[in-house]
């Protein structure tokens, strides 16, 4: 018999629980007289629900009843499905904190430990809640630039600010390799020494809010004599033409930095960007100039313009799509941390149609007129 000469690869499968199997050990803070749900289906009824377009608690109760079978063979449902208001009233106790470490434990599991280059940081107000007597209605957000992943997030309370309520978020987050980036209001000491300690990098923009910075920068860059790195972009579309022109330099007094507070601070970066932008027939001229920070020594301009550019990803595919999507703007629960919850599973359940998906909107029509691809997504992402 002759011996087989291919060679041999053994592939070992890869090991992952199922979402709803790690959303069952979510601490539950319910009283255990008259409970009779489990936190992990409560959580998975909303979670399943948005990714299939539903817009409130209500609208996912009423999919889980038009799919009752499909969930009965997934879940125990010796008591049904739950009202919307004994939904709301589990994640009032519940901990988001806890529902996010059990989500992104999930996502390590399913693509391993991934170093994202790029993130950015921001915050959102949902606008239909005017008085809160308790709970969160703003919410700092941590999005991946290249995965779209929302990493963590972090509520605000009444009686702070994003400035004070930041490093909570960024300290207990691993941020090594990635670039963090933010507008000017985070541009603060407190908000880079956080980042600094959690092994990232920053590039933050400077405006009037810093005018002791801006005193020092502004006369770097007329200085005809200061050394600098200058890269020209040009960006040419139907609705726009911008040149954008990004200059670098480590070339200033670090000494008057260090003085202000700013003791990391690697390179400072000029954005110059000008053209003329086309609305429904109308040309508004563009001109502005901005100035920014970075920790990182080799930035080079080309990559601080990808930077600069990937950090709106935030505010459009993250908050402008749930605001569309999911109508967040709307949401009135406002009772402990329900709102902070929801508003984390919209995040998740976008990253969740992103993954197969370009338009979300696309999406949720094809899972209309087609459920199976609905169900297929939920299978090949293993939440259930």
């Known amino acids: 018999m002759k011996k087989c000469t291919a060679k041999v690869i053994l592939k070992t499968p890869a090991i992952c629980e199922p979402l709803v199997t790690v959303l069952e050990r979510v601490p539950d803070k319910r009283s255990d007289q008259g409970k009779r749900f489990s936190l992990g289906l409560i959580l998975c009824i909303v979670l399943l629900g948005y990714i299939k377009g539903k817009k409130s608690v209500e609208g996912c109760v ?51 430990i991934v170093i994202e280059k790029g993130a950015s940081i921001d915050g959102k107000t949902v606008k239909a809640i005017s008085e809160l007597k308790k709970g969160c209605k703003h919410f700092i957000s941590l999005f991946s630039h290249s995965t779209c992943h929302i990493l963590d997030q972090e509520g605000v309370e009444s009686k702070e600010n994003e400035i004070t309520a930041s490093p909570r978020l960024l300290e207990r987050n691993s941020l090594i390799g990635t670039m963090i980036t933010a507008d000017a209001m985070f541009t603060q000491t407190r908000v880079t020494k956080a980042i600094r300690e959690s092994g990232g990098d920053y590039l933050l923009i400077v405006k ?19 050394k600098t790195k200058t890269v020209v972009f040009r960006e040419k579309r ?43 027939g109308n040309l508004t001229p563009i001109s502005e100039t901005v100035f920014f920070i970075t920790s990182r020594k080799d930035l080079t301009p080309r990559q601080a313009h990808a930077f600069l550019r990937n950090h709106w990803h935030i505010e459009n595919k993250l908050h402008w799509q749930k605001d569309v999507t999911w109508s967040e703007d709307r949401s009135r629960a406002r009772i402990g941390n329900t709102q902070s919850i929801l508003s984390y599973l919209r995040s998740f ?21 087609q459920p199976n691809q609905y169900f297929q997504l939920l299978n090949t992402l293993q939440i259930v």
Do not use: M
């Open 238 to 280: 139907k609705t726009r033409r911008i040149t954008t022109t990004i200059t670098l330099t480590s070339d200033l007094d670090l000494a008057d930095l260090h003085n202000h507070g700013w003791t990391d601070i690697a390179l400072v970066g000029k954005l110059e960007r000008k053209g003329k932008r086309f609305n429904k």
């Open 349 to 369: 359940a976008l990253e969740c149609i992103k993954r197969k998906y370009k338009s979300v909107t696309t999406a949720i029509e094809t899972f209309t007129e």
């Open 62 to 112: 009423n999919f889980a009843l038009a799919r009752s079978k499909w969930f009965g063979k997934v879940f125990d449902l010796e008591f049904g499905i739950p009202h919307a208001t004994t939904i709301c009233r589990a994640l009032e106790v519940t901990v988001s904190r806890d529902v996010i470490r059990a989500v992104n434990y999930f996502v390590h599991l399913l693509d391993g």
């Open 208 to 226: 009037d809010n810093h005018p002791d910075l801006q005193e020092i920068l502004i006369p770097t860059f007329t200085d005809p004599l200061t």
